[in-house]
């Protein structure tokens, strides 16, 4: 008799599972084509309508206003950070200049990473360097202030780059 008793407990915990899976699936379907007919629906989640980026502004963002020429894309990239990392700490556009710099990482590091004849060069290796330590800062906090010795080695990394790149390498 006990052995019916656990099984019959068995096949009521899961029917009761499987019911419970199926009415929050029908209940979420139910929210989203009821959704979907508000006339003032918006794809991204959390934004006002006002703040979606068109398609231009959101390639801009992406490509960072790189070229494809390495040499004027270096040098755009460390002007960039150069100005990022002086930035006062009572900068007004603090926090948008820092934006603009992690766009401008993230694009430089992903358009020369799988470039061999770019990602051998001693400029790339030198410039990585100091992205990767700037990223890593900025992924941290964005808020406090870079340590004056992590300002002094990128800036020097970034002279060490420029130079590179005028001897071409």
Known sequence: MKIKHNALNRFL???FQSWCRSAIAIGLVVLVVIGGFAPEANAALFTKKSDTLSTKELQTLVTAGLTGNYSTDTTDTIATLREAINLPENAENRSEIKTSARY????YVSRYRADHEKSGLYSYTTMVTALNTLAGYYNGSMKRALPTKTRDRLLQEFDRAEAALA???
């Open 167 to 169: 001897q071409g390498r």
């Open 104 to 107: 401008k990482i993230n694009a």
């Open 13 to 15: 915990k899961v029917s």
